[in-house]
């Protein structure tokens, strides 16, 4: 009776023992974690003359040792786009702990001489804050290598000063490096897939180079662009609206501008935004009411907020706006409307 | 009463057979020779990670003084392994999957389970036991091995 259970803890201690079963394995990308033992017991069952005997057999195990895996990629499709000079270009970079145990690694950038038309002057990395905007040293810490836990990613950058009076699309290569802490403590600083630190890996377990050999670099390019957004007014037409089809600038006349925003060098030009502020002695032809014709779609001059459209006029400052978005280099789009002389 | 279970204990050691098992672990290792043919070659189970392939050894020795029949040997997919498909060996023995803890057993053509309402042929990875039923008796003094091969999660 000393040791007999009582019923109702008899119960949740197999209804605990049910749930520990159910629960599902930590399952990751990277594998199953280092340190993990696994073992097998298998059973024998067989007839004798004292009828059915089963038994078992040694638990046979073995532990799951720290496999070191990395993949670095870089965030940008084709060059990066950069100016000359500049003193922080950032490559966007997301580094991943593909093994399976918590790992450190250590970060290199170095010039690519020979292939390419200039040397950067080598920076710092930091760590993006989780805006996925570079923001050196105020949001943006610098990277101090800490350790990964496995399938955990950073978004880092990578940053090089651009030397000055360099060629439109020039461009220099550095390579990006990310290497596994433990093999670099241990003086290997090249590892080879299934090369090994023994005992340094999580749980004192070896820590082996997977496939991507505990290191993985990548080659990015940097492309000056001189990149230019040109901008010009012109009337294009006027009328007196006097009965004679006559241009006399006098009050009630009509003035049609146009306004040609270009691109050229190299590259894109981001959001590119037109604000033109009328002087007191114009306003848009029927104010909000008007139209502005972007590229020679005809659009309402309402606010943005109300039509949608990406051109407007702001009736209180007697501003015009436009928003052009993305302008590739050789692009060019003419802004037209019609203002009336106060 | 503890007179009978001390009898009862011993039975098997006194008499008949005694059946003894060893299991031992393998790494498994394909290797590419000259002509562009895989080889497998069971190494010495050293650092082993996530993807390799285990392979399992299991020796079977009959101790007793009698021959044992009915032999089966059963044994479950070890946590954080995948059953490598028709990696199972065992001479003289009908090899048998369950996939559902070790409940029912049938051959790999011939076991079946439920996925979203519908019967399938279960996949190596769905495998949670492997067992061997040899055909033959055991005689006293005797032994064998089955094996099988696990790929590490």
């Not at chain 1, 003359?49 to 532990?63: C, H, I």
């Not at chain 1, 905007?133 to 990578?158: C, Q, R």
């Not at chain 1, 309402?302 to 109300?306: E, H, P, R, T």
């Not at chain 2, 503890?2 to 009898?7: D, F, V, W």
């Given at each position: 009776?000393?040791?007999s259970c009582?019923?109702?803890?008899?119960t949740?201690?197999?209804?605990?023992?049910?749930?520990?079963?159910?629960?599902?394995?930590?399952?990751?990308a990277?594998?199953?974690?280092?340190?993990?033992p696994?073992?097998?017991?298998?059973?024998?069952?067989?007839?004798t003359?004292?009828?059915?005997?089963?038994?078992?057999?040694?638990?046979?195990?073995?532990?799951v040792?720290?496999?070191?895996?990395?993949s670095?990629?870089?965030?940008?499709?084709?060059d990066?786009?950069?100016?000359?000079?500049d003193?922080?270009?950032?490559?966007?970079?997301?580094l991943?702990?593909?093994?399976n145990?918590?790992?450190?690694?250590?970060l290199?950038?170095t010039?690519?001489?020979?292939s390419?038309?200039?040397d950067?002057?080598?920076?710092?990395?930091?760590?993006?804050?989780?805006?996925?905007?570079?923001?050196?040293?105020?949001?943006?810490?610098?990277?101090?290598?800490?350790?990964?836990?496995?399938?955990?990613?950073?978004?880092?950058?990578?940053?090089?000063?651009?030397p000055?009076?360099?060629?439109?699309?020039?461009?220099?290569?550095?390579?990006?490096?990310?290497?596994?802490?433990?093999?670099?403590?241990?003086?290997?600083t090249?590892?080879?897939?299934?090369?090994?630190?023994a005992g340094?890996?999580?749980?004192s377990?070896?820590?082996v180079?997977?496939?991507?050999?505990?290191?993985q670099?990548?080659?990015v390019?940097?492309r000056?662009s001189?990149?230019?957004v040109?901008?010009?007014?012109?009337?294009?037409?006027?009328?007196?609206?006097?009965?004679q089809?006559?241009s006399?600038?006098?009050?009630?006349?009509?003035?049609?501008?146009?306004?040609?925003v270009?691109v050229?060098?190299?590259?894109?030009?981001?959001?590119?935004?037109?604000?033109?502020?009328?002087?007191?002695?114009?306003?848009?032809k029927?104010?909000?009411?008007?139209?502005?014709?972007?590229?020679?779609?005809?659009?309402s001059a309402?606010?943005?907020?109300?039509d949608?459209?990406?051109?407007?006029?702001?009736?209180?400052?007697?501003?015009?706006?436009v928003?052009?978005?993305?302008?590739n280099?050789?692009d060019?789009?003419?802004?037209?409307?019609?203002?009336?002389?106060? | 009463?503890?007179?009978?279970?001390?009898?009862?204990?011993?039975?098997?050691?006194l008499t008949?057979a005694?059946?003894?098992?060893?299991?031992?672990?393998?790494?498994?290792?394909?290797?590419?020779?000259?002509?562009?043919?895989?080889?497998?070659?069971?190494k010495k189970a050293?650092?082993i990670?996530?993807?390799?392939k285990?392979?399992?050894?299991?020796?079977?020795?009959?101790?007793?003084?009698?021959?044992a029949?009915?032999?089966?040997?059963?044994?479950?997919?070890?946590?954080?392994t995948?059953?490598?498909?028709?990696s199972?060996?065992?001479?003289?023995?009908?090899?048998?999957f369950?996939?559902?803890?070790?409940?029912?057993?049938?051959?790999?053509?011939?076991?079946?389970?439920?996925?979203n309402?519908?019967?399938?042929?279960?996949?190596?990875?769905?495998?949670t036991?492997?067992r061997?039923?040899?055909?033959s008796e055991l005689?006293?003094?005797?032994?064998?091995?089955v094996?099988?091969?696990?790929?590490?999660?």
């Open positions: 009776m000393k040791y009582k019923p109702w803890l008899r949740s201690l197999l209804s605990s023992l049910a749930f520990a079963f159910i629960l599902p394995q930590t399952s990751l990277a594998g199953t974690a280092a340190g993990t696994v073992q097998n017991q298998a059973t024998v069952s067989y007839s003359g004292g009828g059915t005997v089963s038994d078992v057999s040694n638990r046979a195990e073995f532990v040792q720290e496999l070191i895996n990395a670095l990629v870089v965030q940008h499709t084709g990066v786009i950069v100016n000359s000079p003193p922080e270009a950032p490559i966007k970079l997301v991943t702990n593909t093994g145990g918590d790992e450190a690694f250590s290199t950038q010039n690519v001489t020979g390419d038309d200039f950067v002057t080598i920076g710092s990395f930091y760590v993006d804050d989780g805006d996925g905007v570079f923001e050196p040293g105020t949001e943006d810490a610098l990277y101090a290598g800490a350790e990964l836990a496995p399938d955990a990613s950073v978004t880092l950058w990578a940053v090089s000063a651009i000055d009076s360099l060629a439109d699309n020039a461009t220099g290569d550095v390579v990006i490096k990310a290497l596994s802490a433990t093999f670099q403590t241990a003086g290997q090249n590892p080879q897939p299934g090369d090994f630190v340094a890996g999580t749980s377990t070896n820590a180079a997977g496939t991507t050999g505990a290191q670099q990548q080659t390019t940097y000056v001189a990149i230019a040109a901008i010009t007014k012109a009337v294009t037409a006027s009328r007196d609206l006097l009965g089809g006559g006399q600038y006098v009050p009630g006349a009509e003035v049609d501008y146009r306004i040609t270009s050229t060098g190299t590259g894109t030009a981001t959001d590119v935004s037109v604000s033109d502020p009328l002087p007191d002695e114009l306003l848009l029927n104010t909000t009411n008007g139209t502005i014709t972007v590229g020679g779609v005809v659009m309402k606010a943005k907020a109300i949608g459209d990406d051109a407007y006029y702001d009736a209180n400052t007697n501003t015009l706006s928003d052009l978005g993305d302008m280099s050789g060019s789009v003419d802004i037209d409307f019609t203002t009336v002389i106060q | 009463m503890r007179a009978l279970l001390c009898i009862l204990m011993l039975l098997p050691t008949w005694e059946v003894q098992l060893a299991t031992e672990i393998f790494k498994v290792v394909e290797t590419t020779d000259d002509q562009g043919k895989v080889k497998q070659e069971w050293d650092a990670v996530p993807g390799d285990v392979g399992y050894l299991i020796r079977f020795t009959n101790k007793g003084e009698q021959a029949g009915d032999l089966v040997l059963n044994n479950p997919i070890p946590d954080n995948l059953y490598v498909a028709d199972a060996r065992g001479a003289n023995s009908t090899i048998e369950s996939a559902d803890g070790g409940n029912a057993f049938a051959a790999a053509d011939k076991l079946f389970i439920e996925k309402g519908k019967k399938v042929l279960a996949q190596a990875k769905d495998y036991h492997v061997w039923i040899i055909a005689p006293a003094g005797e032994s064998g091995s094996q099988y091969v696990v790929q590490v999660k």
